[in-house]
């Protein structure tokens, strides 16, 4: 069989499949099935594959005969998804590639209610052998690595191959899942500490506080900074999910990042100028220069000076330099010489929400998010970033994107 055609009978294979079993109601595709793989299926799939290939097209409900049909085995390893054929005995008859690399051992012999004993998955392959034309069941493994698979179990009946079970994985949507509860769970939880003290203050200046001229001024202050905590917070939160709806940065050109680096330190004078911190440029007359979206690579720039100087303002300096790799990429290196960070911190620092002393991150007016920006950002402009940092002598973060052309030296 050609090469696509291979590759388009997997996805055909796979598509009805999952039709079947989504659909068990539907009687057409689920009836389809259960003619059996050397069958209709066969037949539906070789009339497909010989139109793909030059043949005649043929009309809708009509069957196209003189069409090769394709056996049960080849489908079955021609299918992307790891999926087995069972016998009325719960006895594997036929395996394929990708189930023996997913589960290795599963072999054509196997008694699958040994295998897979205990797992819940069985009750899918059991509603079948009972009669049922279709089943959908779950399957998780904690070990070697955590897995999970969605399990669509199809009757076939005829001859040895009375069964068909697919596994699609679903470890990956499993993790984003989680992620994201994760994170709401997080978000709101930050948000809900600024906004139980503001309810607090308030209480307080209703009751006891009611007539204390300077409890009110002190506790308008409090709330006030709480609410910019808020305010702060969505922003980022904001921030977050402008990057994540668009995949690709809108408005894209070349960005000298040198001159972005002036302009940034620039506008934060103020801000370095109160942590008592000289920013030093120590770049190319012009560059280094790349493709990207000036407005994120400006946040990219102004997060982490300010980073340097929320967290490492004792060193007194940051210094900006341009950075290469190997002529492909190009970026800048803003080094600070505070405390540094403990070495098991570093690969962390760009996940939502993670701060390695989140007191000192509240009394900075952080929120947790900054990094985890300037990461999103940086793989949308298809670069990264590099944290290198030891603790007493400070830190450099580096990020690096495709370069756009030379830069001139001073
Ligand atoms: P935050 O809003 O807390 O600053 P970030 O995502 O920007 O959040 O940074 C995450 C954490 O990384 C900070 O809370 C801090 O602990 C650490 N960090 C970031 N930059 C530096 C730095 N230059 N020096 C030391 N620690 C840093």
């Excluded at 004993?117 to 899918?124: A, F, N, Q, T, V």
């Excluded at 506080?209 to 506790?219: G, I, K, L, P, T």
């Excluded at 920006?373 to 495709?402: D, M, N, Q, Y």
Aim: hydrophobic content about 45%.
């Amino acid at each position: 069989m050609p090469h696509t055609s291979r590759a388009w009978v997997t996805a055909a294979a796979a598509t009805l499949a999952s039709w079947a079993a989504a659909a068990s109601t539907s009687i057409g595709v689920t009836a389809a099935l259960a003619i059996g793989l050397s069958g209709g299926v066969a037949a539906w799939l070789a009339a497909r594959v010989s139109q793909r290939d030059g043949g005649a097209p043929q009309s809708k409900g009509r069957t196209n005969t003189g069409l090769r049909a394709v056996p049960a085995t080849d489908i079955l390893a021609a299918m992307a998804s790891p999926a087995l054929l069972f016998d009325r005995r719960g006895i594997a008859v036929q395996v394929n590639d990708s189930a023996r690399k997913a589960f290795p051992g599963l072999e054509t012999g196997i008694v699958l209610r040994q295998w897979f004993r205990g797992s819940p998955m069985l009750d899918g392959m059991e509603t079948v052998l009972g009669g049922a034309s279709s089943a959908q069941a779950a399957y998780q493994e904690k070990r070697p690595v955590e897995r999970a698979f969605r399990v669509d179990v199809t009757l076939l009946k005829p001859g040895e191959e009375f069964g068909l079970m697919v596994f699609s994985d679903q470890t990956e949507a499993l993790k984003v899942d989680r992620i994201r509860a994760d994170f709401i769970a997080n978000a709101s939880h930050e948000l809900r500490t600024p906004l139980t003290a503001v309810a607090g203050f308030l209480e307080t200046l209703q009751g006891p506080a009611r007539n204390d001229e300077a409890a009110r001024e002190r506790f308008i202050g409090l709330m006030l900074s709480q609410t910019q905590r808020m305010a702060r917070l969505i922003d980022d939160l904001l921030s977050l999910s402008r990057l994540e709806t668009n995949a690709t940065p809108e408005k894209v050109e070349r960005v000298d990042l040198g001159r972005l680096a002036a302009t940034v330190a620039a506008s934060l004078s103020t801000v370095t100028r109160d942590a008592g911190v000289e920013v030093q440029l120590d770049l190319p007359m012009a560059g280094p220069f790349v493709d990207g979206s000036p407005d994120e690579l400006t946040q990219v720039i102004q997060n982490l000076i300010e980073n340097a100087c929320k967290y490492a303002a004792s060193g007194k300096r940051i210094l900006v330099t341009a950075a290469e790799d190997g002529g492909r990429d190009a970026g800048l290196t803003i080094r600070d010489f505070g405390p540094g960070i403990a070495s098991e911190h570093i690969p962390r620092l760009t996940e939502r929400f993670y701060r390695v002393d989140v007191q000192e991150s509240r009394n900075q007016k952080g929120t947790g998010l900054g990094l985890a920006i300037v990461k999103h950002i940086l793989t949308r402009h298809r670069g990264r970033l590099v944290i290198k940092s030891r603790e007493g002598a400070g830190s450099a973060f580096t990020f690096l994107l495709p370069s756009s052309g030379d830069s001139q030296r001073m």
